[in-house]
């Protein structure tokens, strides 16, 4: 196998094999001609053929050195694509972005953000996938998303993270359910009716936050039906079947014939959360930027700063 040349006898070359002229060439590189001269009969011996044809007043590519120029202009070519590909992502204008999201995510952080964000950095390859939290967390951990948008807290020295909103517990129930007439409820009140909740599979971060909440007050749910998703929760609350404990940014999203009651004794808060790995990539810091400057995201800062 013949020794491979190096880069800068290949560059040296390519601009004689260009300028067909020694002087011009070294010049372009900003080398001394002898230099230039050096690396090109370097190249030439460790290829063991010639590339130029040479005389005092003419340099000639011969029929190898013709196909050698032509295979290495195109490698110099792809080396600079590379070069420009490698530096946009790390400006984060290009690349791939993975951000995950749940539930909570899904009405307005995530298609918002997404929609801002390749507004702005439109040559990012931007994928959206649905997991629950702690399927986020070990996506994350495994580097299979580059961020989450996840229901915390979240607090692991491996992870930063931007909380987005945080939203009180409210009651949905039908407007047939006698709990309707109240203006609000009590955490015992929810205990005593029957529950409608996520199942577990999809729901069980959440569930565990709504099983700590009423904990904290020696009560529990029972537990009437389950569903897989939002829309069933709320279709099994409108037929009559129970009543969901959910976070408030859902109010807008019940359907006609739920209402939403507030739980005066609640004092449990549902966080929303940005979170990825390490400092994050520049195209994942751009996402969290956006994040922030959405108007829900000023809402909040706003209430905070009140």
């Not at 390519?14 to 372009?28: S, Y």
């Not at 010639?50 to 120029?69: E, P």
């Not at 580059?146 to 915390?152: E, I, K, N, T, Y």
């Amino acid at each position: 196998m013949r020794a491979r040349p190096d880069f800068p006898q290949i560059a040296a070359f390519l601009a004689v094999a260009e300028e067909l002229n020694f002087r011009r060439a070294a010049e372009r590189l900003r080398l001394d001609q002898s230099a230039l001269s050096r690396r090109v009969r370097a190249l030439e011996e460790r290829l063991g053929f010639a590339l130029l044809v040479r005389d005092t007043h003419s340099v000639q590519l011969t029929a190898a050195g013709d196909a050698f120029y032509a295979s290495n202009r195109e490698l110099v070519a792809a080396l600079d694509a590379s070069v420009e590909r490698a530096a946009s992502v790390a400006r984060g204008t290009g690349g791939r972005l993975r951000v995950a999201y749940m539930t909570f995510a899904a009405l307005d952080w995530a298609p918002q953000a997404a929609r801002r964000f390749r507004e702005a950095r439109p040559d990012v390859d931007l994928e959206l996938h649905y997991l629950p939290t702690l399927a986020q967390k070990l996506a994350l951990s495994r580097g299979e998303v580059d961020l989450g948008l996840m229901l915390g807290p979240l607090d692991h020295p491996d992870f930063s993270t931007q909380i987005l909103a945080e939203d009180p517990l409210l009651a949905f129930v039908a407007e047939s359910d006698p709990l309707a007439k109240q203006a609000a409820l009590n955490l015992a009140d929810v205990a005593r009716a029957r529950a409608i909740v996520g199942r577990r599979a999809q729901w069980d971060f959440y569930r565990a936050l709504i099983d700590e909440a009423l904990a904290l007050r020696g009560l529990a749910l029972g537990v009437a039906f389950e569903a897989p998703d939002l829309v069933g929760i709320l279709g099994l609350v409108r037929a009559g079947l129970g009543v969901a404990l959910l976070p408030a940014a859902l109010r807008a999203l019940r359907p006609e014939g739920v209402v939403a009651r507030e739980i005066a004794d609640c004092d449990t808060k549902i966080v929303t959360l940005a979170a990825w790995r390490g400092p994050g990539s520049s195209a994942a810091l751009a996402f969290v930027e956006t994040l922030r400057g959405l108007d829900g995201a000023r809402r909040l800062r706003s209430t905070a700063d009140s």
